[in-house]
Structure formats: structure tokens, C-alpha cells
């Protein structure tokens, strides 16, 4: 009688994680250009989406409005990688607040550890950017921020402990959400004026 064997599939190989000096390596290097639309994250190599008119509308008016309200001793960084403690991960918050001014990090990026806010504006990213809340909470990121566009709303999830937030609190395009850095409210913004 013939026997049938089940169809193994191939081992896979053990794979390596990519660490943020590997990564700068390879953009340094030229393997991974400049300007090509990747982060790291969490050891691979993860593509960026491409923003849309109405996204690029509401970086630049989040942007605008930070801006205006923060305290001396801290600057906005717009889509430019932040590292975390982990040395696998370098991801581009569409904006983070960062403590002092670009010129303090003159050959590293800033750290998880230098942003206390960070803000996603969020068109078809809305569940990733959920998703990644959990990781930002656990590096200790005070305050995190999602647009949702498309529910014409804004997400603050703040209160990190044990890598997840304690409170998320959504305010409507009427609402005026406060700007909380480092534990004190700086401002408020009308929810409706970072909506394309």
C-alpha cells in the first residue's frame, strides 16, 4: 500500500533583527536611500504610506498649531525618526514634540525618551496607529495623539503604565483639546482647526 507524506514546508532560516546602527548603515551607505519611504520597526523594514492632500493638510495645521503654544525648550520635529530604547525600532511620528532644539541632536536622533508628545494624523493608518499606542506607552511617551480624519476626531491616549495608556479620551471637531507637555497643559487647539 502506498504511503503518502505530508509536504513539509522548508525551514526557515533564523532571522537577525535589524538594529538602528544597521539601518543608519544602510542609509549612510546608500543600500536604503534617503529618501526612501521606510522606518524601522521592530527590527524589519516597514514602508511608510503615502500621505494624500487632505493628510499633508493636517500634519501642516497640527504643526502650525503646536507651534504656536509651546514653551521655550522644546521644538516640533515633523516625519523624521525618533529611536527606541529597544534598538530595533526608529518610527517617524507624523510629529513629535521634542524637549530643546534640533541642534541638540546633531549626529543621533532624538529618543522616545526626549518626546513627551507625538502626534499621527491617521486617513487609512487609523488601526496601525492604534496598534503602535501600546509600544509608545511602554517606551513612556506621556502623550499620544491620533487625527482620525475620516472620523473628524482626535484621539489622546495618555497615562503610560505597564505599555498600554490609562485614559483615551476622543474630542470631536467642536471640542478644544488640551496640549499637555511634560505634565502641563500649554494651550488649547478647536479639534475642527487640524482637520483638512
Avoid at 61 to 89: D, F, K, N, T
Wanted: contains cysteine; hydrophobic residues 35%; charged residues 30%.
Amino acid at each position: 500500500m502506498p504511503s503518502t507524506a505530508a509536504a513539509s514546508r522548508p525551514a526557515e532560516p533564523p532571522m537577525e533583527p535589524i538594529t538602528v546602527p544597521m539601518f543608519r548603515a544602510m542609509v549612510r551607505s546608500g543600500i536604503i536611500g534617503e529618501k526612501e519611504p521606510v522606518y524601522l520597526w521592530k527590527g524589519r523594514l516597514a514602508r511608510r504610506m503615502a500621505p494624500n492632500r487632505p493628510h499633508s493638510i493636517a500634519v501642516d495645521r497640527c504643526r502650525r498649531a503646536l507651534e504656536g503654544i509651546l514653551p521655550q525648550g522644546y521644538h516640533v520635529q515633523q516625519e523624521q525618526p525618533v529611536a527606541m530604547r529597544g534598538q530595533h525600532s526608529t518610527p517617524e511620528p507624523g510629529l513629535a514634540v521634542l524637549r530643546g532644539r534640533p541642534e541638540d541632536y546633531p549626529t543621533e536622533f532624538p529618543t522616545t525618551a526626549d518626546m513627551p508628545l507625538a502626534v499621527e494624523v491617521a486617513d487609512s493608518s487609523l488601526a496601525i496607529d492604534r496598534d503602535q499606542s501600546d509600544d509608545l506607552a511602554l517606551e513612556g511617551v506621556r502623550v499620544y495623539l491620533i487625527v482620525d480624519l475620516k472620523g473628524r476626531r482626535v484621539e489622546a491616549r495618555d497615562g503610560p503604565k505597564d505599555g498600554t495608556y490609562q485614559r483615551v479620551t476622543t474630542f470631536g471637531e467642536d471640542a478644544d483639546l488640551p496640549v499637555v507637555v511634560d505634565g502641563r497643559q500649554v494651550g488649547l487647539v478647536r479639534v475642527r482647526d487640524l482637520l483638512p
